[in-house]
């Protein structure tokens, strides 16, 4: 990963962290609004049925009880938290989160502290991660591929930490799949990606179908994949209604230019979903 990429990520979620635990709570992530996308319910909820579904989803795909198999867990773009805390107490299991800001594992490790649960966070490069061979149980990776800027290195690293038999679950912003008989990205395309990764400091995003190629060229097992656009969509035009929140506005106005820039800058993502450039894709697999 490159200093500048990685300071600008860092960056961007230590002055934008704050703001989004005020707003939108501990889950950083898309919400899941049923299979079509047209289920009314609670936007924080919503985040917690997307965990629940991946879960479900997994174990119906790899038929397997997570209960069962899962004591040691790692969460790659760990946020605040979030999901760590969750899993670990859903399953009675240590998680471990890594992420580049030092805002986001410092407010990570108060909570694990305050909810009395076997988490640890620490800051570190997910292509280079500070593991042994074959450590942990359950690698979850919910909305971080997006940002690494070698997707190949980033799934090999994250079959190298995976104890054998264990739990790839993955969650990844991608765009529309580019193999024929779909035509290349147009320039417009092109155009509107450009912008997303300028706002939110990605290096690119890639298929889910390439995704999957990777993954099997990485040497996982039992790959499953799932293109859930449709029911997460709802979730930017629910952000943008968000941020017309007092509170919203107020914190904005002395969260720095980076976090103003993404608010103002939302409606790049609901439009990608509308068009169909945008996808949600998700992998599961084993080693």
């Not at 047209?38 to 790899?62: G, K, S």
């Not at 909810?115 to 280079?128: D, G, S, Y």
């Not at 941020?243 to 002395?254: E, H, M, R, T, V």
Request: with cysteine; charged share 20%; proline share 5%.
């Amino acid at each position: 990963m490159t200093s500048n990429l990685y300071e600008k990520i860092q960056q961007f979620y230590d002055s934008s962290s704050g703001l989004w635990e005020q707003i939108w709570g501990e889950h950083m992530h898309h919400g899941y609004y049923g299979p079509n996308g047209d289920r009314q319910i609670e936007r924080r909820q919503a985040q917690i049925d997307l965990i629940e579904e991946l879960l479900h989803w997994t174990e119906d795909n790899l038929s397997r009880n997570l209960s069962e198999t899962v004591s040691n867990i790692l969460d790659v773009g760990c946020g605040i938290g979030g999901s760590s805390l969750y899993l670990s107490q859903k399953f009675n299991a240590t998680a471990t989160g890594i992420t580049l800001s030092p805002v986001q594992a410092s407010r990570a490790t108060q909570r694990a502290e305050s909810a009395n649960l076997p988490c640890n966070f620490q800051v570190a490069n997910a292509l280079e991660m500070p593991f042994a061979d074959n450590s942990f149980d359950l690698v979850w990776s919910l909305e971080s591929g997006e940002h690494m800027p070698n997707k190949k290195q980033f799934l090999q690293e994250c079959y190298r930490v995976l104890n054998p038999g264990g739990t790839l679950i993955l969650a990844t912003w991608c765009h529309r799949p580019v193999t024929p008989p779909a035509p290349p990205l147009s320039e417009k395309e092109r155009r509107h990606l450009i912008e997303i990764y300028r706002v939110y400091y990605l290096p690119y995003v890639i298929s889910l179908p390439e995704y999957e190629a990777i993954a099997h060229q990485s040497g996982f097992q039992n790959i499953h994949t799932a293109d859930w656009s449709a029911a997460v969509a709802p979730f930017w035009d629910i952000v943008i209604d968000s941020a017309f929140d007092p509170s919203a506005i107020f914190g904005l106005l002395f969260s720095g230019w980076d976090t103003i820039r993404g608010a103002l800058s939302l409606g790049l993502m609901s439009e990608g979903y509308k068009s169909g450039l945008v996808r949600y894709g998700l992998i599961c697999a084993s080693k």
